[in-house]
């Protein structure tokens, strides 16, 4: 169970509105190496693990990567909140924009949408557990 507090974990206030920096946290939010990636992993990998302290600890990195899927979508929503279709394509957002509009979507800079082919779930704890030490050392 769960206590979500109404609040981010770190308040973020972005006056003004900037797609391209957008179009590149986007695959923060969404893309192969991205919070909602990293979340599913941890959460999805917990039900495998040989105890509960390590199930614990995986339910424990699952959950705040949700935090953080929280903190880069509100990031993005940020940066592109009014932005209009003529700027958004002349700032390199406009493919985004047809398709989404300003709304926050699972997806890389790139435009690929987000899949569950980016999450790995092995049932082998070695396995599991050097994946995700592998994909959270990737940076931006």
Do not use: C
């Amino acid at each position: 169970m769960w206590n979500y507090q109404k609040k981010l974990q770190y308040p973020i206030k972005i006056k003004n509105t900037n797609p391209k920096l957008a179009k590149y946290i986007m695959s923060q939010y969404g893309g192969p190496d991205g919070e909602l990636g990293a979340s599913l992993r941890y959460l999805s990998q917990r039900f495998s693990m040989p105890d509960d302290v390590t199930k614990g600890i995986l339910n424990d990195v699952g959950t705040e990567e949700l935090a953080h899927l929280e903190m880069v979508g509100t990031i993005i929503h940020q940066l592109t909140r009014d932005l209009t279709p003529e700027e958004a394509d002349k700032k390199g957002f406009g493919d985004y924009y047809v398709d989404h509009n300003i709304a926050v979507y699972p997806a890389s800079a790139a435009g690929v949408p987000f899949t569950a082919a980016y999450v790995q779930s092995k049932a082998d704890v070695i396995a599991d557990l050097t994946e995700d030490l592998a994909a959270d050392a990737t940076i931006l």
